[in-house]
């Protein structure tokens, strides 16, 4: 199987982006599919997910017509559409990461990766970051993105690629985020 990888570019794309999403929030997957493979937390609007596009293509992964998987690039212009993330935003203004504030870097979040369920573990999650990378570092020192503490799966495979995680949120009931930092 082919697997090409590019920037997300069309309408019809974003679209397909839009629906792996929704399969893969935790309100549509049973808590054994949330623990063995993992779930994507935020939920974008059509006009949203096109407006970050705009501003930073995201990168796509197609197999035959079929999308893949996606990474969301996202600047840190649609932090305030987040407000779910803002205490961490916040917090990025006190963090160091190897001896230097987070926002005295230039960066750029992930604002989500997913892998459709028919292709994981053909290496789809570690080449999107990889051509994240690519179209990226020559503009950002880092690559800034958060994951829930409940999702292990993801957790690890954000380290693999070369995540650091650089703070851990944790409120009262358990939940929280993880704040994790890649040095392009």
């Known amino acids: 199987m082919s697997i090409e990888y590019s920037l997300l570019n069309s309408t019809a794309a974003l679209a397909q982006v839009l629906a792996l999403q929704q399969a893969n929030l935790p309100r549509n997957l049973s808590e054994a599919q949330k623990a063995s493979q993992g779930f994507v937390t935020l939920e974008h609007n059509f006009g949203l997910l096109a407006r970050m596009n705009t501003a ?35 917090l990025m203004q006190q963090i160091s990461f190897k001896g230097k504030i987070i926002t005295d870097y230039t960066y750029m979040h992930c604002g ?15 080449k999107l ?26 957790i690890k495979a954000h380290q693999r690629v070369g995540f650091e995680i650089v703070h851990e949120e944790i409120k009262e009931d358990g939940t929280g985020w993880y704040m994790i930092a890649w040095d392009f």
């Open 56 to 90: 930073s293509p995201s990168i796509i992964a197609t197999a035959e017509g079929d999308l893949a998987g996606y990474c969301l690039a996202m600047t840190r212009d649609f932090e305030m559409d987040f407000p779910v993330l803002e205490p961490m935003f916040s």
């Open 112 to 126: 989500q990766i997913c892998v459709a369920e028919k292709y994981r573990g053909l290496g789809v999650f570690d």
């Open 129 to 154: 970051y990889q051509e994240l990378q690519h179209v990226y570092s020559s503009e950002f020192e880092l690559l800034i993105t958060y994951v829930s503490r409940q999702n292990p799966r993801s």
